[in-house]
């Protein structure tokens, strides 16, 4: 069986350096896994590892911009209807790969995931092909400094879940830039925060919308936004498929802890056949028969 990792988000939610720490860890802990890169736009230093499949073999968005007179938007779009032209392309270069972990690191067109058709399209071809597939979707520690960006990113994260239909995980990136103690005497990035106003992101609580609004929001009041808030807090309240997985990079159990939740959503390992331990047949214990 092989399984298939969409690592997907906004640009610079971290997509790529998860993707390599990923693909580290499963090498790590013995398992086989490659890096597959669909994202036509990728600079040459993005990966630590060469990706064992490249979109850029097949088309570039430099080409695309350069030979059609597109912008990097449009190229995008562009280059992903030609790859779903050219699907066999694809399906030749996974020919090679068995009983293995691909990574999937997608570009950060976030268009791509929430309303265009290709996404779901390439799932179902990978689908057909025998994979099973399942999507992550990284939203950066940054977006809890602004709730209502927060709250932008919760909903594009739900858009992306209902158009691709696949086992769904949702991780808060970059969680080494947010500090939960107030003992720490650095000042974090990404703001200092007590455990349970964490949880409040994490699980997404939507009162953080209707929550008593500071005097410059006060001062620049307007009701048809805030009647806008109340349905969106309506709309979570009603579907409550949002929720994140904290991603610290920088610890082991962090990423141990995401990799594990990724492994039982896609129900790895589940039809492989239980192996006998060589030692009860010969080695250590074959002069005991």
Not at 24 to 49: C, M, Q, W
Not at 154 to 169: D, K, T
Request: glycine letters at 6%; a negative charge; proline letters at 5%.
């Amino acid at each position: 069986m092989r399984y298939a990792v969409l690592v997907t988000g906004p640009a610079g939610a971290g997509k790529s350096t998860f993707s390599t720490a990923f693909a580290t860890h499963l090498r790590v802990s013995k398992r086989t896994a490659h890096i597959v890169n669909l994202d036509p736009a990728a600079t040459g230093d993005a990966f630590e590892y060469q990706p064992a499949i490249d979109i850029r073999e097949l088309v570039t968005l430099d080409d695309v911009m350069g030979e059609l007179n597109m912008g990097p938007n449009g190229g995008l779009v562009y280059c992903f209807e030609y790859l779903l032209q050219n699907m066999d392309w694809l399906e030749e270069e996974l020919g090679g790969f068995d009983d293995d972990y691909l990574i999937i690191d997608c570009p950060g067109q976030i268009e791509l995931y929430t309303h265009h058709p290709f996404l779901p399209q390439l799932v179902r071809n990978l689908q057909r092909m025998g994979i099973r597939t399942c999507a992550v979707y990284l939203l950066e520690s940054q977006f809890m400094e602004d709730r209502y960006k927060f709250f932008s990113g919760v909903l594009s994260a739900m858009s992306a879940m209902v158009n691709l239909e696949v086992p769904w995980i949702n991780i808060m990136s970059k969680m080494d830039l947010v500090s939960g103690s107030s003992s720490d005497t650095f000042e974090p990035r990404n703001g200092k925060r007590g455990k349970r106003d964490i949880a409040r992101y994490l699980d997404p609580d939507p009162m953080l919308l209707v929550a008593a609004r500071d005097g410059r929001d006060q001062q620049h009041d307007n009701s048809r936004f805030h009647d806008l808030n109340r349905a969106i807090v309506q709309l979570i309240e009603d579907h409550p498929l949002v929720s994140f997985l904290p991603l610290d990079l920088t610890s082991t159990d962090s990423l141990e802890t995401v990799v594990s939740h990724i492994d039982f959503t896609m129900q790895y390992g589940e039809d492989e056949e239980p192996k006998e331990p060589h030692d009860l047949d010969e080695g250590d214990f074959a002069d005991m028969e």
